[in-house]
């Protein structure tokens, strides 16, 4: 929509999926093959923000049993949502979705001056939720989310899902890989149980 309203071709979805992850202004700067600094990418970024704020829970849902572990975790952990999607956008979604209720702490893309790959927005979880990094675990489908976790010193569990092909996330390293969030709970029981010995 952006790149149409700026009088230039749309990209192929394949192509801007690749794009996705690392927050609103690289997604547009490399739609518009513009380094990601550069002003012009100014008004690709407006018309990007304003159209997905406006748009944002179109075609949207929770990955398959999302809402499940969400549950099943929220009866014995606390939740944090660590996302570089702006914060506007963010509460959009989990409204629409019904989601909010389910976290305790939440960082966006915009409230901070780093966003991931850089461990400042996980840190600052751990400050919120006054728990020490390193018995948090960071769940996300993308390399971004991999790398921000090690930085930080947490634990990471990237999940295949319909962004980041797995190859990217194996290349990341995560502690572990999953097909699915039905594999989530068993593995953190499993770390769990490690951990007691």
């Not at 192509?15 to 997604?27: M, P, Q």
């Not at 970024?45 to 969400?70: I, K, M, N, Q, W």
């Not at 999607?85 to 979705?97: E, I, Q």
């Given at each position: 929509?952006?790149?149409?309203?700026?009088?230039?071709?749309?990209?192929?979805?394949?192509?801007?999926?690749?794009?996705?992850?690392d927050?609103?202004?690289?997604?547009?700067?490399?739609?518009?093959?513009?380094?990601?600094?550069?002003?012009?990418?100014?008004?690709?970024?407006?018309?990007?923000?304003?159209?997905?704020?406006?748009?944002?829970?179109?075609?949207?849902?929770?990955?398959?049993?999302?809402?499940?572990?969400?549950?099943?975790?929220?009866?014995?952990?606390?939740?944090?949502?660590?996302?570089?999607?702006?914060?506007?956008?963010?509460?959009?979604?989990l409204?629409?979705?019904?989601?909010?209720?389910?976290?305790?702490?939440?960082?966006?893309?915009?409230?901070?001056?780093?966003?991931?790959?850089?461990?400042?927005?996980?840190?600052?979880?751990?400050?919120?939720?006054?728990c020490?990094?390193?018995?948090?675990?960071?769940?996300?489908?993308?390399?971004?989310?991999?790398?921000?976790?090690?930085?930080a010193?947490?634990?990471?569990?990237?999940?295949?899902?319909n962004?980041?092909?797995?190859?990217?996330?194996?290349?990341?390293?995560?502690?572990?890989?999953?097909?699915?969030?039905?594999?989530?709970?068993?593995?953190?029981?499993?770390?769990?149980?490690?951990?007691?010995?």
């Amino acid at each position: 929509f952006a790149l149409a309203a700026a009088g230039r071709p749309p990209l192929p979805g394949r192509v801007v999926t690749g794009y996705i992850g690392d927050g609103a202004r690289s997604l547009m700067a490399r739609a518009a093959g513009l380094p990601e600094h550069d002003p012009a990418v100014e008004p690709f970024l407006r018309s990007f923000l304003d159209h997905y704020g406006d748009h944002a829970t179109e075609r949207t849902l929770p990955l398959p049993g999302a809402v499940a572990v969400l549950e099943t975790l929220q009866q014995t952990v606390p939740l944090a949502l660590c996302t570089n999607k702006p914060r506007r956008t963010t509460l959009r979604v989990l409204s629409a979705l019904g989601l909010h209720g389910y976290f305790s702490a939440l960082v966006c893309g915009d409230d901070l001056p780093e966003r991931k790959p850089h461990p400042a927005p996980l840190l600052a979880i751990g400050e919120r939720l006054r728990c020490s990094v390193h018995a948090m675990v960071m769940v996300g489908d993308g390399p971004q989310d991999v790398e921000c976790a090690q930085r930080a010193g947490a634990r990471s569990v990237g999940v295949v899902g319909n962004i980041a092909p797995r190859s990217a996330l194996e290349q990341a390293g995560p502690d572990a890989l999953i097909g699915s969030l039905a594999e989530l709970l068993p593995l953190l029981y499993r770390w769990g149980q490690a951990t007691k010995r």
